[in-house]
């Protein structure tokens, strides 16, 4: 069997709780699954953040080694005008649980998150160009590529509603 | 798996002898239970009827993996098959490889694409 390729989300305290996910809803509230609670709401000024997502590859079954895991977009954004989706500049090995004030505002990542030095627009990355993940040997089962951090930053500017979904892709090697 | 699989594996060792990906009885073997050094050929069959077939010299090491695109969620997965070889020229590690898509076309890269 080759590997097969799960995506899970981390929630709670401590270590995190994964949860297999087949779809990520930007909220404000350290929840994989909000429904329709937990909305981002649109300042009246200056800008709002989600709570912080981490994400992370899961491999399992029977398979010698996975490597290089990277993700990317088709480089554009099409959430609109003042909402900007970020990735945190370094992916780990070390989970922390995003905070914030529950139904208003998330902490932001590079200031509260002690593993996040920097951000980077998800969208500049593309499949000529695609945010390195991990380039570790992943070979155990189950064995886990390092966990990425997602963050939605919504402006004054953005239109209320509820977003199209976008579409981003991972890339791993697979021998 | 192997019905998903448009490129398997074959290698060809010195003797003759071969190491299937895809045992009869449909078992796997793994790429790392290859006997690197005793390689001579190794080929990707492909179910739509062709053979790519690498010739190994004994200063050749062999490169094959698939490189899977998936979106977020897990779905859509698309696979290239990946066929090449290093090799150390003038002291440098030099790469020779294939992109091969599900439809059998073939990227000649000297690097990872």
């Known amino acids: ?175 | 798996m192997k019905s998903n699989l448009k490129y398997v594996w074959k290698a060809t060792y010195k003797d003759r002898t071969e190491f299937n990906q895809f045992n009869e009885d449909g078992t796997e073997n793994l790429f790392g239970d290859i006997e690197q050094d005793e390689l001579d050929e190794f080929s990707f069959n492909s179910s739509l009827g062709h053979t790519i077939k690498l010739k190994l010299k004994d200063d050749m090491r062999l490169i094959c993996f698939r490189r899977h695109s998936m979106n977020f969620m897990g779905q859509n997965d698309k696979i290239q098959y990946v066929l090449g070889y290093q090799k150390t020229l003038d002291g440098k590690n030099v790469k020779t490889m294939m992109f091969i898509d599900d439809e059998g076309n073939v990227l000649l890269s000297d690097g990872v694409q």
């Not at chain 1, 329709?36 to 981490?54: F, M």
């Not at chain 1, 200031?111 to 991990?134: A, C, M, R």
Request: aromatic share 10%; charged share 20%; net charge negative.
């Open chain 1, 1 to 175: 069997m080759a590997a097969t390729a799960t995506v899970e989300e981390l929630n709670g305290a401590p270590t995190g709780t994964p949860a297999t996910v087949t779809n990520v809803r930007f909220c404000t509230a350290d929840d994989d699954n909000p429904g329709a609670s937990y909305p981002i709401p649109i300042p009246d000024s200056s800008s709002v953040n989600s709570y912080w997502k981490t994400l992370r590859l899961k491999f399992s079954g029977s398979y010698t080694q996975v490597t290089n895991v990277y993700i990317y977009t088709d480089g554009t954004s099409g959430f609109g005008t003042g909402i900007t989706t970020y990735i945190g500049d370094e992916t780990g090995e070390t989970y922390e649980q995003a905070t914030g004030t529950p139904g208003e505002d998330g902490d932001e990542m590079v200031t509260s998150h002690t593993g996040i030095d920097g951000k980077t627009d998800l969208f500049t990355y593309t499949s000529g160009s695609p945010k390195e993940v991990d380039t570790t040997t992943i070979s155990g089962d189950p064995d886990y590529a390092k966990v990425i951090v997602l963050q939605m930053n919504v402006a004054s500017t953005a239109t209320a509603g509820t977003l199209s979904a976008e579409t981003i892709t991972w890339q791993y090697d697979e021998i």
